[in-house]
Antibody, heavy 124, light 111 residues
Framework: QVQLVESGGGLVKPGGSLRLSCAAS????????MGWIRQAPGKGLEWVSY????????YYADSVKGRFTISRDNGKNSLYLQMNSLRAEDTAMYFC?????????????????WGPGTLVTVSS | QSALTQPASVSGSPGQSITVSCTGT?????????VSWYQQHPGKAPKLIIY???YRPSGVSNRFSGSKSGNTASLTISGLQAEDEAHYYC???????????FGGGTKLTVL
């Protein structure tokens, strides 16, 4: 069974940085687009970022563009999210998820497996 | 404000059917057949229950079905069961740098 496990969350001050990791197992990690999705406490889901299987194609939500960097290491079956210049509104549970490919367009938001999430709290 | 509009809540009795709507625009829901639906129980990660408007992943009950008309997608749950009580989110592909947009979520209460 596909497994995704996030880590690296915690309490950080506004303006600070944090690096999230997502360890993948039980599937061929290098074959899939991967993404980060977040959920503020008591709120809905917000797509954050996508990275292609090779790492060469990347997309970001406007709300994090220029502050967050997604990356991956296919040799370590790991996905990362470097978060800089953090703001209170970045406080959320961060989930990594696998994207189910479609024949025509890649990364269309079919997220078939999710990790349990890691909580990021930005507060002074 | 979420990009896709869902009712905040719906409710139904066991055995009944309910429908959750998800309204977007011609740039997302109306423009592509890449609407997905997710079920989320409290404290848990979302679970994919419908993709590409109407397809169910393996293992998802056939009580869940999806459809789309114009800019509005719909999730129907038939034969409501207590364990269906959860939040439901729609999402759609959008041809922009944003890539994916979610609805605000709908809380389903099984009476």
């Amino acid at each position: 069974q596909v497994q995704l496990v996030e880590s690296g969350g915690g309490l950080v001050k506004p303006g600070g940085s944090l690096r999230l990791s997502c360890a993948a197992s039980k599937f061929t990690f290098s074959d899939y687009y991967m993404g980060w999705i977040r959920q503020a406490p008591g709120k809905g889901l917000e797509w954050v970022s996508y990275i292609s299987s090779s790492g060469r194609t990347i997309y970001y939500a406007d709300s994090v563009k220029g502050r967050f960097t997604i990356s991956r290491d296919n040799g370590k079956n790991s996905l990362y999210l470097q978060m800089n210049s953090l703001r209170a509104e970045d406080t959320a549970m961060y989930f990594c998820a696998r994207d189910l490919p479609t024949p025509i367009i890649a990364a269309v938001g079919i997220l078939d497996y999710w990790g349990p999430g890691t909580l990021v709290t930005v507060s002074s | 404000q979420s990009a896709l509009t869902q009712p905040a809540s719906v409710s139904g009795s066991p055995g009944q059917s309910i429908t959750v709507s998800c309204t977007g625009t011609s740039s997302d829901v109306g423009g592509y057949n890449y609407v997905s639906w997710y079920q989320q129980h409290p404290g848990k990660a979302p679970k994919l229950i419908i993709y590409e408007v109407s397809y169910r992943p393996s293992g998802v009950s056939n009580r869940f079905s999806g459809s789309k008309s114009g800019n509005t997608a719909s999730l129907t749950i038939s034969g409501l069961q207590a364990e269906d009580e959860a939040h439901y989110y729609c999402s759609s592909y959008i041809s922009s740098s944003t890539r994916v947009v979610f609805g605000g979520g709908t809380k389903l209460t099984v009476l």
